[in-house]
């Protein structure tokens, strides 16, 4: 158990549908990361957030959006969903203040867009 | 741009010796992750190099050569259990992207 949360672990809802994946970083942890894994494909960066502002973004859709409250757990909002959209998302999170920032990853949100 | 290549995928059987190999370009290095995954759970951590060397964990073991653009993880007296995908990442210094994920090497581990 790496510490990390996310709800819900399934989602099914329907083309056009807007969902909202939560995740809750460990403890002390004031980055959060977002990961998108399609079926057998690689890890493909989302978003980060530090302390609530936005980071960096990688190849995050218009579609989809995020933010980090002040209580540092975080939200991944996405809209007018496509069947491609159906993948895994993974949260991260990791400490501050060292080089390495290991990050740790929640168990996944598996969402499926029928 | 940004690469990293693994093998797709490997084969070994239980109680031998694997080697994975990594290999990046990337623009800026801020060391190199391994993680593993079992099949739709969440990436675990296993190592992190900086250095050019090899770092021991147990029965796994990374090395990285810098100037060479090279990692592998070493996974000694193999076990059924061991079977996943292994991720190898670049840790890219500053903001847009900063950990850039291989796409994983898929290990099946046989009696």
């Known amino acids: 158990d790496s510490g990390v949360t996310q709800t819900p672990k399934h989602l099914i809802t329907a083309t056009g549908q807007r969902v909202t994946l939560r995740c809750s970083p460990r403890s002390g942890d004031l980055s959060v990361y977002w990961y998108q894994q399609s079926l057998d494909q690689g890890l493909q960066f989302l978003i980060q957030?530090?302390?609530?502002?936005?980071?960096a973004k990688g190849n995050i859709l218009e579609r989809f959006s995020a933010q980090q409250f002040p209580d540092l757990h975080s939200e991944l909002n996405l809209s007018s969903l496509e069947l491609g959209d159906s993948a895994l998302y993974f949260c991260?999170?990791?400490?501050?203040?060292?080089?390495?920032?290991?990050?740790?990853f929640g168990p996944g949100t598996r969402l499926l867009v029928l | 741009g940004q690469n990293i290549d693994q093998p797709t995928e490997m084969t070994a059987t239980e109680g031998a010796i694997v080697q994975i190999n990594c290999t990046y370009q990337?623009?800026?290095?801020?060391?190199l992750f391994w993680y593993q995954q079992h099949a739709g759970e969440a990436p675990t951590f296993l190592s992190y190099?900086?250095?050019?060397g090899l770092e021991e964990k147990g029965r796994f073991s990374s090395f990285l050569s810098r100037s060479k653009g090279y990692s592998y993880l070493l996974l000694k007296e193999l076990q059924m259990k061991d079977s996943a995908s292994y991720l190898c990442a670049v840790n890219r210094p500053g903001g847009y992207n900063k950990l850039i994920f291989g796409a994983g090497t898929r290990l099946a581990v046989h009696p």
């Open positions: 190099n900086v250095l050019d």
């Open positions: 990337t623009s800026g290095f801020n060391g």
């Open positions: 991260a999170s990791s400490a501050p203040g060292t080089v390495q920032e290991t990050q740790y």
């Open positions: 957030y530090y302390n609530g502002e936005e980071r």
